[in-house]
DNA sequence: TAGATTGTTAATCGATTAACAATC
DNA sequence: TAGATTGTTAATCGATTAACAATC
């Protein structure tokens, strides 16, 4: 039991843990290293590697029992239970942020939305109304939020940045685009879809 | 000049290209390998080696012009020009994708919406039509398409890409976050927010 | 000149892979 | 038993880092 993975492991213990939710919503209870692989474009045996490192999960002949395996890496990454974000932004990005179930099925919970502009206030966002962010400050505290997710357009990303940081988040999460600008103790994240297609592209025309 | 990258590599080129556009979008003309490492989260050193393996493109004491090394960095991914992109599903995900600028930002254009949704014809998505999916296989050979694009819920995701795959495109980029199944001469990806917020969270509890 | 940053080396560490015994 | 898949080893390759000369 190692008392920090590195970012390496723990960026694919992160990975698999999403597959195997996953392939549990498809409703399947076993999964093997080279299905992992499939999903994940991650090496099989690194997969084995990774796993073995902390127990032996596996069945040989048989693979993995999602359910259990779930459990170990949860136990491992340390993020079993329920971790509260706030979603700043009600747009059409922020609305399907809202309604996907992808952060739902680790255990994220959106605790408000906010936004700037005064015509949205009230207006419904997956089940919550949208709020105006003088609230954001109050959200953060009452639920012990450390997890800040910016759905708004490039030119507004730095200022809600800003915002979050001023009201005690820890980790920007940044769907814009844009570049953000964090203090240390904070860590920003931003999303880049283009990227990945990118980088997919290149391995297609190569 | 090598023939092909190692995929390491040109993960991180094209990450290096993505802050540099947005950098050159933000009004920036220069930039440090330190500023791209605060951005990307990649060593500085690590950024300059991976450059200077394709050429001197930095100036000692000042950094790196944005505009030359996107120039640089399209060539040696050769992505430069326009990539036709087809995109399944004209929902709100669907919606905030063809309007985000972050696909047009690397020159991936939108040629078609389709959704199978018989209501949502004739709706406006970007600034397309929504056409019905029997329009696939047409919009994919006369555009060239070799980019699907998946933001339908994930019970439908299967069955899209499965319709995507047959109308020949190369390479589906999944949104639903539910695992899909492509033969072997495509590539399919899967965005996984929940995977990276899950690292970061690690990170932090940690 | 002084300060800053690149380009490059060398040394270390972790990732990757093939191969295969263990075992379900 | 036969087939499949895990767990593990050993060997290689690439990533990471510190250090520093080169030079803007």
Redesign the pocket.
Known sequence: MADRL????AARMAHYLQVLTQAKKAGRSAI???EISEYTH?????I??D??GFG?????????NVDALIGEISGILRTAGQHNIVLVGGGRLGQAIAEADVFADHGFSIVGVVDSDPAMLGQPCGNLAIRGTEDLPMLIEENQVIVGVVAVPAEAAQDVADELVRAGVRIVFNYSGALIDVPPHVTAHTTSPAVELLYALYFHLA
């Open positions: 590195g970012g390496g492991v093997t290293s080279h991650v090496n099989a045996t690194q084995r590697r796993l073995s032996t999960f596996g069945k040989r002949g048989v693979g993995y």
